[in-house]
T-cell receptor, first 115, second 109 residues
Framework: DSGVTQTPKHLITATGQRVTLRCSPR?????VYWYQQSLDQGLQFLIQ???????AKGNILERFSAQQFPDLHSELNLSSLELGDSALYFC??????????????FGQGTRLTVV | EDKVVQSPLSLVVHEGDTVTLNCSYE??????LLWYKQEKKAPTFLFML????IEKKSGRLSSILDKKELFSILNITATQTGDSAIYLC?????????FGKGTSLLVTP
């Protein structure tokens, strides 16, 4: 168990809908990262928050947004869902931020299926 | 454009064999290279490499980084069926962790 908790584990929703994925980082970790993993794309970095502030942005669509709350948990909001958004969404946390040579620990992921 | 390329994409070996997985990279602002093992769900951390030529070892797994030639290898000796997984290489480039597409390893009895 990595100590990173993601909910829900599975989510099935229709196109056009909006969902929220939740992540609780390991105790004491300030950084939270979101990744999308699909079969053909591998693990794609979406966005990083460090101590409540957006730190880095990757290939995140405008329909997606995220935030990190004062208690350091994070939410990833996906709206106007399309079939192609079906993927495994991972959250990871670390004590520092990229560039400080700290490893990240991954949650079990949320499997999103858009039908 | 930053790239992390892993090879082979997939391999099947018999228990007891030794395997070598490769990861080459072209990134700006390289900080470290990390290896993860992904079984059913969450990638689990294996190694972090920051310096060239220094082997990191954990049981039957070992890894080394060559910062001049921009690659790393992950070796698994005396493979077991429990080693079957996707092995991911990632490069910390100070703004994000870029992952390769992974090498899928299947160890058959």
């Amino acid at each position: 168990d990595s100590g990173v908790t993601q909910t829900p584990k599975h989510l099935i929703t229709a196109t056009g809908q909006r969902v929220t994925l939740r992540c609780s980082p390991r105790s004491g970790d300030l950084s939270v990262y979101w990744y999308q993993q699909s079969l053909d794309q591998g693990l794609q970095f979406l966005i990083q928050y460090y101590n409540g502030e957006e730190r880095a942005k990757g290939n995140i669509l405008e329909r997606f947004s995220a935030q990190q709350f004062p208690d350091l948990h994070s939410e990833l909001n996906l709206s106007s869902l399309e079939l192609g958004d079906s993927a495994l969404y991972f959250c990871a946390s670390s004590g520092g931020h990229w560039g400080t040579n700290t490893e990240a620990f991954f949650g079990q992921g949320t499997r999103l299926t858009v039908v | 454009e930053d790239k992390v390329v892993q090879s082979p994409l997939s391999l099947v070996v018999h228990e007891g064999d030794t395997v070598t997985l490769n990861c080459s990279y072209e990134v700006t602002n390289f900080r470290s290279l990390l290896w993860y093992k992904q079984e059913k769900k969450a990638p689990t951390f294996l190694f972090m490499l920051t310096s060239s030529g220094i082997e990191k070892k954990s049981g039957r797994l070992s890894s080394i980084l060559d910062k001049k030639e921009l690659f790393s290898i992950l070796n698994i000796t005396a493979t077991q069926t429990g080693d079957s997984a996707i092995y991911l290489c990632a490069v910390d480039r100070a703004r994000a962790l870029n992952f390769g597409k992974g090498t899928s390893l299947l160890v058959t009895p």
